[in-house]
């Protein structure tokens, strides 16, 4: 706070009396107390300059009488109002963004479901939760495999025995034992062709019960039979087809079987110790197939990511007994995000894959990529769906409702300077030049840049309006125009 000097109180009373009450009074409340001296020194140098013009003019009028001529410069500087010198610049059309507006929720661009390979083992240990960001091969949880390696180390041992006998000198086989093992041949090629003859009937009851299947689908979508019914031969097809690769299956143990037996008949025909050995060879040949097996049981016991991402959900907990094709965690591979907006048919077609767009919640805005544009559209509501990829660093979490604008090209409006629109409240106006005068206009704004804004009602293009200056002004006040 400054204290005003008497000399400062009469170039007040000055300039005050000079500009009138009214005028004084506007032109004071919008100067700071900073400004006050420098304001009341120009002030002061417009008035000495306003009186002696009208001195020099009155003087040539009166000859000497000065008095007279004094008194009548003194009333021509109250009753005249103060004018403003404005600049001005004739409203414009011109090329604005058009934007799109686009909303949605956040979700994963590949969601990714990590699931038990195991059936019937017990959860022992968790080694991630939610929101971790996990590498591609990390332990995510561990299932119980102490029976499966109890059997393996059984397995092991009895393969160790069997490569020792495989070296042993073997007595030859007597006539019986050949002649059972002739025996066991037979009846293993006889199983062979068992076997074939049901993998050629499943077969053929696979291809009826797809044929079914499918029929029922359509009569389904025609309404011509239950929802049940189409279940159920589905049901029949899938029966059909695992009946069928258990016959495969069960047709190629066989087979080996018989190939087994029929190199134990051989070397037994033969005889000798070179033939035990093969046959000890086989017999460790498939202990170790059953060691293989058994070490495949157990690696996915241990529960790993097939990829990196960001869990979003744990569903695994110690003591839970999976099964198989269960799920245990869902990861948000590479922790990629996307927005999914649903757009009208119209829109559609002016978008395209590598366009930015600029999207933001109620916290942060972040610019995101059109990745991918929906080849159809919705037959009901003609929509269809624009992808647009979210920045990992982005701090948007699945399931947020975020908002987004699409620039898809330019659009004309109305321009006037940026600088011209004042504020009042919620209220936007400008001030339009008229016969001397500054006329008041409410106005609507769109979109602002640095230079220039959009007005969408309340002028008209060629108007003049006000830019430099216009803060100083009133409704109607005089103004004059700058050379």
Not at 170 to 178: F, L, S, W
Not at 226 to 251: C, I, P, R, Y
Request: aromatic share 4%.
């Amino acid at each position: 706070m400054f204290t005003t000097s008497r000399k400062e109180t009469s170039q007040t009373e000055i300039v005050r009396e000079s500009l009138g009450i009214a005028s004084w009074q506007r032109v004071r409340a919008g100067v700071g107390q900073s400004h006050k001296k420098w304001f009341l020194a120009g002030a002061l140098s417009l008035v000495a300059i306003g009186g002696l013009s009208a001195f020099t003019y009155t003087h040539s009028l009166s000859g000497s009488d000065t008095g007279t001529g004094s008194a009548a410069s003194t009333a021509s500087a109250k009753a005249a109002p103060p004018v403003v010198t404005v600049t001005t610049e004739a409203a414009k059309i011109g090329q604005v963004a058009s934007n799109l507006t686009v909303t949605g929720s956040v979700s994963a661009i590949d969601p990714l479901t990590i699931a038990s390979q195991a059936a019937g083992l017990s959860i022992v240990q968790v080694l991630a939760e939610e929101g971790d960001y996990v590498r591609k091969g990390q332990v995510l949880c561990i299932l119980d495999s102490s029976i499966l390696q109890a059997q393996l180390k059984g397995m092991e041992a009895h393969m160790v025995g069997s490569r020792a006998s495989a070296q042993k000198a073997v007595q030859p086989n007597r006539q019986e034992d050949i002649a059972g093992l002739a025996a066991a041949y037979q009846q293993a090629m006889a199983d062979v062709q068992q076997r074939q003859a049901m993998v050629t009937q499943m077969e053929a009851s696979l291809v009826n019960a797809r044929s079914n299947a499918r029929r029922y689908k359509d009569l389904l979508k025609e309404g011509a039979v239950s929802q049940q019914e189409a279940d159920n031969h589905s049901t029949d097809e899938v029966t059909a087809f695992t009946n069928l690769q258990g016959a495969k299956e069960q047709f190629s143990a066989a087979k080996f079987f018989a190939e087994q037996s029929h190199n134990k008949l051989e070397m037994a025909q033969r005889g000798g110790r070179r033939e035990d050995i093969i046959v000890s060879e086989a017999n460790a040949d498939e202990t170790a197939a059953s060691v293989q097996q058994l070490r495949a049981q157990i690696e996915p016991t241990i529960v790993r990511a097939p990829d990196e991402g960001l869990i979003t959900k744990r569903l695994a907990h110690i003591g839970d007994v999976a099964s198989n094709g269960e799920a245990l965690f869902e990861i948000i591979r590479k922790g990629q995000l996307e927005l999914r907006a649903q757009v009208t048919q119209s829109d559609l077609s002016r978008l395209r894959p590598g366009i930015s767009a600029a999207l933001s919640d109620s916290v942060r805005s972040v610019k995101g990529t059109i990745f991918q544009i929906s080849p159809t559209v919705d037959s009901a509501t003609r929509l269809g769906t624009v992808r647009i990829a979210i920045p990992n660093n982005s701090g948007f979490k699945p399931g947020m409702f975020v908002q987004g604008s699409v620039q898809i090209g330019q659009a004309d409006a109305l321009l006037v300077p940026n600088s011209s629109v004042l504020a009042d409240g919620d209220s936007n106006y400008v001030f339009v030049y008229q016969n001397g005068k500054a006329k008041k206009q409410l106005v609507t704004v769109g979109s602002r840049t640095s230079e220039s804004a959009e007005i969408k009602n309340g002028v008209a293009p060629g108007d003049n309006v006000i830019v430099a200056g216009a803060g100083f002004l009133e409704d109607n006040d005089i103004v004059a125009l700058s050379k």
